[in-house]
């Protein structure tokens, strides 16, 4: 019954291509300004009032992904709830020592609702916006977004999406969370106004096969082998190359454009260092500090 199931979703997902890629190719030209985790220098990382922000700046929203323990897809970078700018529901500091203990995956939503994650000031970001937020559920965030932009006459947001466990988990896993996500993506009919991007290329392999309109971003850290991993990972070439900026040259840029591929380093920091990978060519770079666009 599930390569049944799967199987119709890929005709769909090949029919309904002819009719999504000019949207998608169209959502993502032009220098792309991405706002890391909604821009987490500035508002709480993966919270509605950061994605709103990023709006505010005209930037894409980048975001990561987990699903909870009663498959809820959730808007959070890390598999563990972050005890460095967190308060439980009484007030009090989520402590390092409790990290283990709540695991994304071991909690329902109800429980990650309740944890606070923007009130508590945050050194690496000194210049957030110390407000009260929340972990968001995907279909929320989305919603709020697109709420948002449509009453502040802002143009639609555009998304960049991180399906990103990182603990151990299989194809069956992935199917699953990639179909969780989608279901969500095309119910909102944002799948023209999206793209997908992952470490884990299982996620991206999952992606390309059931939903082969959806741009594809390969995410590549500074520690991680050069270009070439690419198509040693890969059983296809992705749309985007998305590597630490550090790994970024000239050479580079000219190489991935070669191909078809556009370049969008991630996370980049300074003004300086933005300007310097424009000069270099990059289609797009991924910040912290959205405002430093402007």
């Known amino acids: 019954m599930i390569i049944t199931i799967y199987n119709q979703m890929r005709i769909y997902s090949i029919i309904a291509a002819a009719l999504l890629i000019p949207a998608a190719v169209a959502a993502q030209t032009g220098f792309d300004k991405q706002s890391h985790r909604g821009g987490a220098g500035l508002y709480a990382e993966n919270t509605i009032a950061a994605a709103k922000n990023a709006l505010r700046l005209g930037t894409t929203i980048e975001m990561d992904l987990y699903m ?3 498959s809820q897809i959730v808007v959070t970078h890390d598999p563990h709830i972050v005890a460095a700018y967190t308060l439980h529901p009484n007030g009090k500091p989520v402590l390092p020592e409790e990290e283990k203990d709540l695991l994304i995956k071991n909690l329902a939503y109800s429980e ?32 709020s ?34 179909k969780k996500m989608m279901d969500i993506i095309i119910s909102r ?9 992952a470490f884990d290329t299982g996620m991206l392999e999952v992606t390309r096969k059931y939903y082969p309109y959806m741009p594809i971003s390969f995410l590549l850290g500074k520690d991680e082998a050069t270009f070439d991993e690419i198509f040693k990972r890969l059983s296809f070439k992705p749309d985007i190359y998305s590597p630490h900026y550090t790994m970024v040259t ?12 556009k370049v969008l380093p991630w996370t980049v920091n300074t003004r300086k260092e933005i ?20």
């Open 68 to 70: 909870s323990k009663d």
């Open 112 to 143: 990650i609702a309740q944890i606070e994650t923007g009130l508590r000031p945050y050194d690496k970001y000194p210049r957030r916006k110390n407000i009260y937020a929340h972990i968001p559920r995907f279909a929320d965030l989305i919603d």
């Open 145 to 178: 977004a697109e709420h948002y932009a449509r009453v502040n006459h802002l143009p639609p947001p555009q998304y960049n999406i991180q399906p990103g466990p990182a603990y151990t988990i299989t194809d069956d896993f992935r199917k699953d969370f990639i």
């Open 189 to 197: 009919k944002i799948q023209g106004r999206a793209m997908i991007q």
């Open 250 to 261: 000239p050479e580079l840029v000219k190489k991935c454009h070669a191909l078809g591929m």
């Open 275 to 294: 300007e310097d990978l424009k000069a270099m060519g990059v289609d797009g770079i991924i910040t912290d500090y959205p405002d430093f666009y402007n």
